[in-house]
């Protein structure tokens, strides 16, 4: 009987159990029963943790019984990409290096979360060390996507946007190095958030000298929420956000109020759009549908739309050099010599480049180049709009298609959209925004200027408000709901 239940916001959900008109335990046990139903056919679970989630809802129970306060996320199931780390639930970061590692520490925005009273449902998969766009990995099934279970849900916080699309969990946590909260979000039809470099705390992670592979991509990655609707996102950051002494990137957070910046009036705004950034091959269907649908956002909210390019050109290799640089290659390649065919092919590729101090230095100068390409642009632009993905969802097992309407590309050239905004750390959210012909979910990237995190959470409300996405229902599990 409470099944159906899932199918709510996590806003919703908290308010119903902190009111006591349903328990965590009820719907910990829906979420549980729905997982047993679902997952055979999704597999975005690599550790589901049901004993846990039954403890810690009887925990929340208790203290609503007690008079007690609870938290802004009471009760609600979380799932966890499994690059993040979890105390006391194996995290394996999709690496058979690390098939038995049980952290210590909760990363601090699962210790945030736990704290609001949120239930850890498990871990989802996520390729091998999050270095991929899809979801594959070395140790467990592959993640697929709900919307076709042939096709990849995109990566690399794969499961994440799988147990979303499927509905076996309202929230979920991401991390993004170069796309990877907007990937899946993208490909599995779900909204999908970066905010700035550092309004959201990292330790351990990427931050922590004891883990090689995990601790890679130290000034790229953040870790963003990733749910159903654009609410339970603002309703994450506002529980997520703000500085920890563990992580001396993090920044205050006091300029923003995550709940209120839904409501912010949004009319003449001046956004660029730009469909393909002058250089990106792009799927004509894709193209058509995030045109169609920055057109129609622009005149529904008031706001002046030019299509324009932001003047940035394929950095793609550059890219790759910083990944590199941020890695600790000396730890890596042990691991690589002890794991051999255990380890994923795209991996011990680059591992085994003879990297040259020149690269990473050239890099870091383009990096430079492109900061303050951006921010110049920006200068004229409130948001600016375009295709998170170049393409569709693809099928499984597979780094990316090669070729692009009409025109070859590396197997990588899809992600193009997203890791200009890993560089400068401006905040960038995916919104769901159209399906195509063979119901293939389509996501919008919207960027916002250096620290503007609530116009782009405004735009994406609106946006969802105009466009609405959260009545459909892949097909797999019963299709359109009215």
């Not at 004891?210 to 339970?232: F, K, N, Q």
């Not at 309703?235 to 923003?256: H, K």
């Not at 622009?298 to 910083?322: H, T």
């Not at 293939?440 to 620290?451: C, D, E, S």
Request: hydrophobic share 45%.
């Amino acid at each position: 009987m409470f099944d159906a239940l899932l199918d709510e916001d996590a806003t919703t959900l908290a308010g119903l159990i902190r009111c006591g008109d349903l328990s965590a335990r009820e719907l910990t046990q829906a979420a549980i029963d729905r997982m047993a139903q679902r997952e055979p056919l999704i597999k975005a679970f690599c550790t589901a943790t049901p004993e846990r989630a039954l403890a810690q809802a009887q925990a929340v129970d208790a203290k609503r019984a007690r008079g007690e306060a609870l938290g802004a996320l009471a009760g609600v199931p979380l799932a966890v990409k499994d690059l993040i780390c979890t105390a006391g639930v194996t995290t394996t970061s999709g690496s058979a290096a690390y098939a038995g590692f049980v952290p210590q520490e909760d990363d601090i925005t699962v210790e945030r979360l736990l704290a609001a009273d949120a239930i850890l449902l498990g871990k989802t998969t996520a390729p091998e060390f999050g270095y991929s766009g899809v979801g594959h990995n070395p140790l467990f099934p592959s993640p697929r996507n709900p919307w076709d279970t042939d096709k990849t849900p995109g990566g690399s916080s794969a499961g994440s946007g799988a147990a979303l699309a499927a509905r076996l969990c309202p929230i979920a946590l991401g991390s993004d190095g170069g796309g990877s909260v907007r990937i899946p979000a993208a490909h599995c039809g779900v909204y999908g958030l970066k905010a700035s470099m550092g309004r959201v705390p990292l330790w351990p992670g990427c931050r922590d000298e004891r883990y090689p592979g995990v601790s890679s991509w130290a000034s790229l990655e953040h870790i963003g929420p990733m749910s159903r609707t654009v609410r339970d996102s603002a309703l994450m950051m506002s529980v997520m956000a703000g500085p920890d002494m563990r992580d001396r990137q993090s920044i205050p957070c006091s300029d923003i109020d995550w709940l209120g910046s839904l409501d912010k009036p949004l009319s003449g705004l001046r956004i660029a759009f730009s469909a393909d950034f002058g250089y990106i091959a792009v799927d004509p269907e894709v193209r058509q549908l995030i045109a169609a649908a920055a057109r129609r956002f622009a005149a529904d909210i008031g706001a002046e739309l030019e299509e324009v390019d932001p003047g940035i050109s394929d950095e793609s290799a550059a890219f790759a050099a910083l990944v590199a640089q941020e890695s600790d290659l000396s730890g890596m390649r042990q691991l690589a010599q002890q794991l051999g065919a255990r380890m994923s092919p795209h991996l011990r590729a680059l591992l085994q480049r003879d990297w040259r101090a020149e690269q990473f230095t050239d890099a870091s100068t383009v990096r430079k180049k492109v900061c303050n390409q951006l921010w110049r642009f920006m200068q004229r632009y409130d948001l600016l709009l375009s295709p998170t993905l170049s393409v569709p969802p693809f099928a499984l097992h597979m780094q990316g298609p090669e070729v692009i309407d009409g025109r070859m590309v590396s197997s990588d050239h899809w992600l193009s959209f997203c890791f200009p905004f890993n560089f400068t750390g401006q905040p960038a959210a995916s919104v769901p925004a159209g399906f195509t012909a063979s119901g293939l979910p389509v996501g919008m990237q919207i960027v916002g200027r250096h620290l503007d995190d609530g116009l782009v959470l405004a735009a994406s409300a609106a946006f969802e408000h105009t466009q609405p996405w959260n009545h459909r229902y892949p097909a797999v599990f019963g299709g359109v709901h009215a």
